[in-house]
């Protein structure tokens, strides 16, 4: 009974070890035809006409379908559940080909081709003439009177707005002698580069289209497509195969109603759509960049009195998750560090970029930045202790938030503080840094971490799971919950055997390829949802499976089933322990028995309404090269408490991967855009400094194990937490090393050059000599 | 048209083959398309990732940048080539495995492949040493810590000679 909680290996090893597991390429027959799509030039128009004849006269083209001939039926992207409600369904605002173009890298047109160099030929020659419109890049001014409308129905520009509002902050901020902290914080966009692009097949079977894909969210991705294409659900079979990662990008419909689309066009014909390294940064999914204004009010003990957070949350041009993102960091808000007086507004804005969606942390790595970047601002210039000032202030045991039932069970942020500053020697560190001097200096930062497991009750939270035993007593488990490589399967296998009373969570066979016309129906992988809501329903049905196999022991070893427990794989007789028989031949038995013939199986649904509070902390240690502009992160650790640890070895490099996507975004990535075109200009992996193995120091992943007790395993949020408080630590150490605050990432030499010279710590000689 | 397809003949993971190919082929689109060699990935295909690494003659390239028509007459080694005939796993994969440095996999073939050249040069390299020369592939899942364990793991195995039989 004890598979949950060790380090066993994951499922997939082997395959993976060797280069034999399938993804998406892997599956597709060569006789696929190719599809290359013709992407707008412009950043906002509309399409006036497309010439295609030049270009579908070339050898080996089927055919071109243009921007004119898709089926005028928006739809939405978002990997969210389904509304029944009107009023919380997703925004529809794209069609699979788009006349009114809306972003430098927009959809216009698709060349179906016999391979992909004539495909690739027949889209360069394909010629688009638009009428231009003004665009838009900046979150700001894309709200102000009198700039270009991107979407019609959304004036200003603006997706949605939302507030809280707590106490009476205008009232509170009255109060004589407090000392008032008022900060604007910027984080850039961002790209998910998962290593395998996104790529998607698809062909017709017995009147109904089948479609392969590589995403994180099979059942959803199943009712976009048929919605986008107006058919019935039941018509679109969609097969999620082993993926090369996901990161929120793949939490998202992306090319798969286009490519059923067209495969339908052409009679249920193969075809396939590989996207580019390149079409993956422009016209897939980004991090939304979200400028933020915070302002604290506090006595000079250090006590707050009221707070304000104004954030602006680039959209880009579609709505994909929309204001989804920028509500879960107004949410953080409040909760983290309590305050009777809070005010809060978020705005989701489109502008003429590309389409911001999911990526993980899904709007807390923003916040994250912006609030305890601010947290070691307020200790600036109150001057207080950043360690002390986090834990005189930070939510405390007990706390509940009303809206999700969440409870604080455990003085968890203190615990995790507590390894975290002992591990980095923070203490000593931070102090003896401030008094440096000298081109090199080193700094220590901070930062602690907030995040909330799934969605409810913002949407549906529930998980289905299918149970079915083997003749030799090991079994079958299929969830909808995806394995994008985080090592779900293997956590589930883990769960589901002790649940049952297998001896080795190999003989839960997880049928990790999920295909919508058999997997049970469920969500998939976001929200760092799977370990917790799976957890539910392979309890359930474990428990509906374990019954089935008792009664049936209860008949053949005549022992009222209330003694009987399966144990180790061994039906055993509880009162003295003794094994009765093998599970193997139980399962034997109920299989060809000709007196009782049973196929023993389990299948239920689970529905969760509850959530968890997962937390953690980042401490980072950098050197700074004042003259070179340079910041180099030379030690970190993020200590994490997500509960009971599934697979401990999987949950360490869990937190290695968000380490390193928390380094890149504060140290290097961002992809940037011509103001005059709005054009990308850093859409590919040399010129989007992705962080490499050079960039990183050892990366130190610790846990503080509380057992979650909502979770019926104790298990609780880890896939996105470890990303959100490393930008702001390593901030917060450059801050220590040069006592100069930087408010916007990436922390690259460009913007550490123009804040050190603004805070005359070297001399920029080109412009005085001006 | 005629003149668009080569022969090209080469060993391929120890046995000598021949395939014609589209005289504009990569290498990794022979090996993947004509060899059905799952394990060359395709994450770029312009030599930034390192997902489609492959020795040539026992040195590592992007098979991405690298003409299918180029490898006539040499030897080209995979990932398929490293497990031994009954599928065991050589050290190299098994410390992998053990370190956890495998997630979604994609970027997995392409480590390994650049750490089959450093374990074969049969010198003991640093940490640093060991990170500049994995720091032509990318990977976002594993933050790079467990690949490093995983090919440091296997270095010293190897130096030490042969590795003790396994319980």
């Known amino acids: ?770 | 048209m005629k003149d668009q397809f080569r022969m090209v003949e080469f060993n391929l993971n120890g046995r000598d083959v021949a395939h014609v190919v589209d005289a504009r082929s990569s290498l990794t689109d022979m090996l993947r398309n004509d060899y059905r060699l799952t394990s060359v990935k395709k994450g770029c295909e312009v030599g930034e990732c390192g997902a489609c690494n492959v020795l040539i003659d026992g040195e590592c390239f992007n098979s991405c940048l690298y003409l299918a028509v180029w490898v006539r007459g040499k030897k080209v080694r995979t990932l398929e080539s490293l497990a031994g005939p009954g599928g065991e796993l050589s050290d190299l994969q098994q410390a992998f495995i053990d370190e956890t440095a495998i997630q979604c996999g994609f970027c997995t073939p392409g480590f390994m492949m650049t750490a089959v050249e450093i374990l074969e040069s049969g010198r003991e390299y640093s940490d640093d040493e060991l990170r500049k020369l994995l720091s032509g592939h990318l990977c976002r899942c594993t933050g790079y810590e467990n690949i490093l364990r995983a090919v440091r793991k296997a270095m010293h195995r190897r130096l030490e000679g042969p590795a003790p039989a396994r319980p």
């Open chain 1, 1 to 770: 009974m004890g598979n949950v909680g060790q380090s066993v290996t994951r499922l997939d090893a082997y395959d993976k070890a060797t280069g034999r597991a399938k993804y998406t390429d892997d599956l597709c027959d060569k006789s696929a035809l190719v599809l290359k799509i013709v992407h707008s030039t412009i950043a906002h128009g509309l399409v006036k006409s497309v010439e295609t004849s030049e270009a579908a006269a070339g050898r080996g083209v089927v055919r071109i379908f243009t921007c004119f001939e898709v089926p005028d039926i928006p739809f939405p992207t978002a990997g969210h559940p389904w509304s029944t409600d009107p009023h919380h369904q997703d925004i529809a605002d794209r069609l699979m080909l788009n006349r009114h173009v809306r972003y430098y890298g927009d959809d216009v047109a698709v060349v179906v081709a016999e391979d992909e160099v004539a495909a690739a030929r027949a889209a360069r020659l394909v010629k688009v003439e638009y009428e231009e419109l003004p665009f838009v890049l900046d979150v700001q001014e894309a709200m102000k009177d009198g700039t270009p409308r991107i979407h019609e129905e959304f004036p200003g520009n603006v997706l949605a707005h939302t507030s809280i509002n707590k106490g009476d902050y205008d009232g509170a901020i009255r109060e004589p002698g407090l000392i008032c902290v008022d900060r604007w914080y910027e984080t850039p966009v961002v790209q998910h580069c998962h290593i395998e692009n996104h790529i998607v097949f698809a062909y017709g079977e017995n009147g109904r289209l089948v479609i392969v894909s590589s995403t994180q969210i099979p059942h959803i991705v199943r009712r976009t497509v048929g919605q986008a294409l107006g058919l019935p659900w039941g018509k679109i079979r969609l097969i999620k195969p082993y993926i090369g990662g996901g990161f929120g990008n793949k939490q998202d419909t992306l090319y798969e109603p286009l490519t059923a689309f067209v495969s339908q066009q052409l009679g249920g014909r193969l075809v396939k759509m590989d996207v580019s390294r390149e079409e993956t940064f422009v016209s897939n999914r980004v991090r939304h960049s979200i400028r933020s204004h915070l302002v604290s009010w506090l006595r000079p003990d250090g006590t707050y009195v009221a707070r304000k957070l104004e954030c602006f949350s680039d959209q880009g041009a579609y709505a994909s998750h929309g204001h989804s993102i920028a509500a879960k960091g107004l949410g953080a808000f409040p909760q983290m560090y309590p305050c009777p007086h809070v005010r809060g507004d978020a705005y989701t804005v489109y502008t003429n970029k590309p389409v911001a969606g999911a990526m993980r942390g899904y709007g807390i790595p923003q916040a994250m930045f912006a609030v305890e970047s601010h947290t070691d601002d307020i200790c600036l210039a109150l001057g207080l202790d950043p360690e002390a000032f986090r834990r005189r202030n930070i939510m405390p045991v007990g706390y509940r938030d009303n809206f999700s039932k969440n409870e604080n069970y455990f003085d968890s942020f203190n615990q995790c503080a507590d390894r975290a500053v002992a591990y980095m020697d923070y203490r000593r560190k931070a102090a003896a840094y401030k008094k440096q001097a000298g081109p090199v200096r080193r700094g220590i930062g901070l930062s602690y971490l907030w995040y909330n497991t799934g969605v409810w009750p913002i949407s549906l939270e529930h998980s289905s799971c299918r149970m079915v035993l083997n003749q030799d007593g090991s079994m079958q488990l299929q969830v909808a919950e995806t394995e994008i490589g985080q090592g779900a399967d293997t956590a589930y296998a883990q769960m589901a055997a002790d649940v049952v009373g297998l001896r080795d969570y190999r003989d839960v066979h997880v049928i990790s390829c999920q295909d919508t016309d058999v997997t049970p129906f469920g969500l998939g992988a976001y929200a760092s949802r799977q370990t917790y809501v799976c957890g539910f329903s392979i309890r359930q049905t474990g428990q509906i499976l374990k019954d089935k196999i008792l009664r049936y022991a209860g008949e053949l070893t005549r022992t009222p089933v209330s003694s009987l427990n399966v144990v180790d794989s061994n039906i055993v007789r509880q009162t003295d322990g003794r094994i009765l028989m093998p599970l193997g031949d139980l399962a034997l038995e109920a299989f060809y028995s000709l007196e009782h013939s049973e196929h023993l199986t389990a299948e239920s649904t689970c529905q969760i309404k509850s959530n968890a509070y997962s937390f953690g902390c980042c401490i980072a240690e950098v050197e700074v090269d004042i003259p070179l502009c340079r910041a180099r992160l030379i030690k970190i650790v993020n200590v994490h408490d997500c509960g009971r640890l599934i697979n401990p070895a999987l949950a360490e490099a869990q937190v290695h991967g968000g380490m390193s996507m928390g380094i890149g975004f504060a140290l290097s990535e961002q992809l940037l855009f011509d103001p005059r075109t709005g054009r990308p200009l850093n859409g590919n992996l040399l010129d989007y400094k992705l962080s490499t193995f050079m960039d990183h120091p050892h990366l130190e992943a610790q846990f503080v194990e509380n057992y979650e007790p909502t979770s019926p395993f104790g298990t609780k949020a880890l896939g996105e937490p470890p990303a959100t408080p490393v930008a702001p630590a390593i901030r917060n150490a450059i801050l220590n090393a040069t006592g100069v605050a930087i408010d916007r990432l990436p922390l690259n030499p460009h913007i550490l050059f123009q804040r050190f010279t603004e805070e005359g710590l070297i001399r920029d000689s080109w412009r005085e000599e001006k």
